[in-house]
């Protein structure tokens, strides 16, 4: 596996232009001086991308704060509010406040047990039962809308199933929060679902194990052109997909559609190394600016990289570390971007341990294209804009790649622009 290296914003040039006659038009407005090709020369404004201040003077904030919570644990109408439940309130503003206003949530903070399987996810693994499902409260129902490949529900359950009970008990009356609670238990738990399909009602007996989440599936469409589509990005993701795109090679494949959508980002580092797999030596990959080192350029050292006219499918769901491998490759003219603006999160975060064994995560730092472009708030634009509704995608995603490429207006986009 190729590493990549930190180095300042003047240690590195790169050339551009297109390999093929798909990026004629990018490689004329680079010729042309319209795209610069000297990060020397380039004048970057490193603005902040949100506020984070207040707007006004905070007079004696600290004694104020304890003045506010002695009332509240002294005044409140229920004496159920603890001094305990305040100080986590509290910590959950001061996360808000230095989030994204678009997504608020972005810092948080876990107890252990939720941790694991955020940890689990970036692994690539998860424990579970493998079924993605809807909760109608009115029936009390759960509607399987998709059932994960290899999961303990592979083969005994299907997309349209309908649970009425699980371990013999109505799901009428309880909350989202309690029906999600009976799908969470320990490596070899059982359950019971009491299912509906079509006129029949049986029983399914599952145990929860942990399994790989199919993050990476690669189709050939022809005899020319793959489909490689990116669910999350894990660990090893860049290491398989290695392996992949030596095969398609030695087959003789030309072409890539990289699909995205959908991809919410994953491991910051593994993104950066798929990147890498498509841009040779002293190409830089992307720009970061954090409070302790400042500006930061990770560049390949890629001796070999493999040569494919890509095409990538993009979404407004198309995220983070999904963002820059999208942002780098079209700012290289490596890749046509088909499809919607992305959904723009530019920032980095990292996840500390704290003393009580609980994990906080914040914002660190900023990511830059290589040519300087931020997509925090607005997204990555694409070169070929294709509007696509989420059910008509979710619908879409669900059928074969082939049939796919008979129906999905983005993928009939992006194979057209790799074959003419």
């Known amino acids: 596996m190729r590493f990549i290296h930190h180095l300042m914003p003047n ?19 680079f010729l042309n001086g319209m795209i610069t090709d000297s990060p020397a020369k380039e004048k970057i404004d490193f603005k902040p991308l949100f506020p984070v201040q207040i707007d006004h003077r905070f007079i004696r904030p600290h004694e104020t704060f304890e003045e506010v919570k002695d009332l509240i644990l002294r005044h409140y109408y229920s ?69 994960l490949p290899g999961s303990p529900s592979d083969a005994f359950l299907k997309p349209q199933d309908r649970i009425l009970r699980i371990d013999s008990q109505s799901l009428k009356g309880k909350s989202l929060k309690e029906v999600n609670a009976f799908l969470k238990a320990k490596v070899g738990a059982p359950i019971t679902f009491t299912v509906n399909r079509d006129i029949k009602i049986f029983e399914v007996n599952l145990q929860f194990k942990e399994f790989e989440t199919q993050n990476l599936i690669v189709t050939r469409l022809s005899e020319t052109i793959a489909l490689i589509e990116i669910k999350y990005f894990t660990a090893n ?20 559609i990289i699909d995205l959508r959908n ?11 798929v990147v890498e797999l498509f841009l040779p030596e002293n190409r830089i990959l992307l720009r970061t600016l954090q409070r302790e080192t400042q500006m930061q350029n990770y560049t390949s050292v890629n001796p070999k990289p493999f040569k494919f006219d890509i095409a990538i499918l993009v979404n407004r769901k198309t995220a983070s570390s999904a963002e820059i491998l999208t942002s780098s490759l079209q700012d290289h003219q490596q890749a046509l971007i088909v499809g919607t603006r992305t959904f723009g999160k530019a920032v980095f975060e990292k996840t500390y341990t704290l003393k009580n064994q609980y994990r906080l995560k914040f914002i660190t730092g900023a990511m830059y294209s290589p040519k300087g472009r931020s997509w925090q708030s607005i997204g990555v634009t694409p070169d070929f804009l294709v509007e696509q509704d989420d059910n008509t995608l979710d619908i879409l995603l669900k ?9 999905d207006v983005a993928m009939i986009t992006a194979y057209k622009l790799l074959v003419r």
């Open 237 to 256: 993701m860049s290491k398989r997909l290695e392996e992949e795109l030596e095969e398609l090679a030695g087959e003789g494949f030309k072409g890539l």
């Open 79 to 147: 004496a159920e509010i603890t001094e305990e439940a305040l100080y986590w309130a509290a910590i959950q503003g001061m996360l808000r406040q230095i989030s994204p206003p678009e997504n608020p949530d972005l810092a948080k903070i876990w107890l252990p047990a939720e941790y694991d399987i955020v940890h689990d996810s970036l692994k690539g693994v998860q424990v579970s039962i493998g079924i993605k499902s809807s909760f109608n409260p009115a029936d009390g129902s759960l509607t399987v809308t998709e059932v």
């Open 399 to 407: 059928m074969a790649p082939k049939e796919r490429l008979r129906k």
């Open 263 to 273: 991809n919410s980002g994953g491991v910051f580092v593994e993104s950066l190394r």
């Open 11 to 29: 240690s590195n040039s790169w050339s551009s232009g297109g390999r093929t006659l798909i990026f004629a038009l990018l490689a004329f407005l």
